[in-house]
Nanobody, 123 residues
Framework: QVQLVDAGGGLVQAGGSLRVSCAAF????????MGWFRQAPGKEREFVAS????????AYADSVKGRFTISRDNAKNTVYLQMNSLKPEDTAVYYC????????????????WGQGTQVTVSS
């Protein structure tokens, strides 16, 4: 139905920047709210950021507010997460998620998920 492919992770130094992306394959991307979640070993998956289908509304976890920016390009069926001022605590596997008309913080409300991309921040 819908396949999400996230990419762009890597190793960066604390204070650096990185942008991860998520490409959607399907014909209903423009109606999908999108979110980013992350999970570190031994920790539960946590909400990072989300954006509405139109791009008019965004939400961020307090831990990343002011440092991360979520955006989307519906013409390219792609959502982005720009990460600035990275901290070692940001190290995790980042997952893209999508669902029709949903852009909240609850992970189980999302229908489709990317495979995850590793972000490692060194100190």
């Amino acid at each position: 139905q819908v396949q999400l492919v996230d990419a762009g992770g890597g190793l960066v130094q604390a204070g650096g920047s990185l942008r991860v992306s998520c490409a959607a394959f399907g014909r209903t991307f423009s109606n999908y709210g999108m979110g980013w979640f992350r999970q570190a070993p031994g920790k539960e998956r946590e909400f990072v950021a989300s954006i509405s289908a139109s791009g008019g509304s965004t939400a961020y976890a307090d831990s990343v507010k002011g440092r991360f920016t979520i955006s989307r390009d519906n013409a390219k069926n792609t959502v982005y997460l720009q990460m600035n001022s990275l901290k070692p605590e940001d190290t995790a596997v980042y997952y893209c998620a999508g669902s029709p008309y949903y852009s909240g913080t609850y992970s189980k409300s999302y229908d489709y998920w990317g495979q995850g991309t590793q972000v490692t921040v060194s100190s």
